[in-house]
């Protein structure tokens, strides 16, 4: 019997030069006609890399070192980088960064996508750090007391974090308040392995546009020791504190936001202004993270609508209507359909707050809505979408068929599911018009993009 020997060995080093980067942003080098993934690689990089896992199709690899290093190359600027699983980019300038992100679009819809494409235009964001306006720290007892902070890459170990570049600053002074007062009160920990303890998660929301800030401890159970005490360090760590919201969630999975809420100071919502509009916003509402990189990107899909008057325009995934209500500025009716209830509620509380009467939200699942109203012979001459990661569902794409809108504009933040669903809509007779992404999360790998199908 005859061995083959492996191409690579785990923990032999080779010399490999890196020739582009994974979805994710790890560089893509080849050995032995092998790809190999190495975490903190920059394109064109040459590097002594150790192989830490050989699998059937491919390898890992940890870099050793850098033998000529990218002029893309710079000092992360964190000192949780090399433990913290958010950020995955610090290493690199924001000029490689965005070329990572427009050839990561490109790729999914000419590869996944089938479009004839040469290249997809991207606009970067003018801040890099404290742009996200929504946090959620996971609690964790770390050398016996408890911690809050974020998951190490690909595990539940926490990693503490004193200060997260990406939030701002009422994001941490609400964390460090509720492990003041855990610490003081010896308020337990939750352990997901026994389902025992208390605080799970603190959840924060920042209105960049009003200040407010809503702080949600998430809890394993109904009775919470020393709330008052738990309010006045909030009130006195918190500048701009509108409200605290506790989420009761006694769930064994790892949903952060399941079970009920309780209200124990405030509205139990935060507003907030976008593209000249005031939203409220309740601790379940979806709400872009970047609140100044989605003015943008609103912006940009309203445009590509090419809205008249007269026009019907369906909005699905619609969350607390914020595309629906821009929509509903520059036509005869707009329609939002989302799944959250209380979003729905956030949803028509929004358009009356504002003044908008030809706005209606209806709670349903997007796919069952769209059969709906296809059903009732509801023709929109436009459809907005704004899915989840996975992208659409097969019977939101045969209900856009049916209902058959000139344009369709589709705003993602998967690349790949995108690319899978300009396929299945360009067999349905929709043609892909314009792609641009927009870079709502720097220094992380995501990317949102907005495309304009319109029938052949």
């Not at 980019?89 to 490109?106: A, G, I, P, T």
Request: aromatic fraction near 6%; include cysteine.
């Amino acid at each position: 019997m005859f061995h083959v020997k492996p191409a690579l060995l785990k923990n032999e080093i080779r010399t490999l030069t890196v020739d582009g980067y994974t979805a994710e942003g790890m560089g893509v080098c080849r050995a032995d006609g092998q790809v190999v993934f190495v975490a903190g690689a920059l394109d064109g990089e040459t590097l002594d890399v150790r192989i830490v896992k050989v699998l059937a199709r491919h390898a890992f690899g940890r870099i050793e070192r850098i033998v000529q290093p990218s002029p893309h190359r710079v000092k992360p600027d964190c000192p949780h980088d090399k433990t913290c699983g958010g950020c995955a980019l610090r290493h690199m300038d924001y000029d490689e960064e965005l070329r990572l992100k427009s050839q990561k679009v490109l790729d999914a819809l000419t590869r996944i996508g089938g479009a004839a494409l040469d290249e997809v235009p991207i606009r970067g964001a003018d801040a890099l750090d404290g742009y996200r306006n929504k946090a959620i720290f996971p609690v964790a007892t770390v050398d016996g007391a408890p911690a809050a902070g974020f998951f190490r890459a690909r595990t539940h170990e926490l990693c503490p974090v004193v200060r997260c570049r990406l939030q701002p600053e009422a994001a941490d002074l609400a964390k460090d308040a509720v492990i003041a007062w855990m610490r003081e009160y010896r308020v337990p920990t939750y352990d997901e392995n026994t389902h025992t303890g208390l605080v799970r998660d603190v959840y924060v929301r920042v209105a960049p546009g009003t200040g407010e800030v809503l702080v949600c401890p998430v809890v394993n159970g109904k009775a919470v020791p020393h709330e008052r005490e738990l309010l006045d360090k909030l009130q006195s760590a918190v500048p701009g504190l509108k409200t605290v919201v506790v989420c009761e969630n006694m769930s064994v999975g790892n949903s952060v936001l399941a079970g009920d809420f309780r209200t124990l100071y405030g509205s139990g919502t935060v507003d907030d202004t976008l593209c000249g509009l005031r939203y409220r916003l309740s601790p379940r509402s979806f709400y872009q993270v970047n609140r100044d990189q989605a003015q943008r990107l609103y912006e940009l899909a309203i445009s590509q609508a090419n809205l008249q008057k007269t026009d019907v325009a369906l909005d699905l995934y619609c969350g607390t209507g914020t595309i629906t209500l821009l929509l509903a500025r520059r036509c005869g009716r707009a329609i939002g359909v989302e799944v959250v209830e209380a979003a729905v509620a956030d949803a028509r509380e929004n358009a009356k707050r504002n003044g908008i009467e030809n706005a209606e939200f209806f709670c349903a699942d997007a796919g069952e809505a769209a059969s709906r109203l296809a059903a009732e012979g509801t023709r929109p001459d436009v459809i907005v979408v704004d899915p989840p990661r996975k992208g659409l569902s097969p019977d939101v794409i045969e209900a856009i068929a049916q209902m058959a809108p000139q344009r369709a504009v589709y705003v993602s933040c998967d690349p790949a599911t995108l690319g899978r669903d300009v396929a299945l809509l360009a067999e349905r007779g929709y043609a892909l018009r314009t792609a641009t992404a927009v870079d709502l999360f720097p220094r992380t790998p995501h990317v949102e993009t907005v495309v304009l199908l319109s029938r052949k």
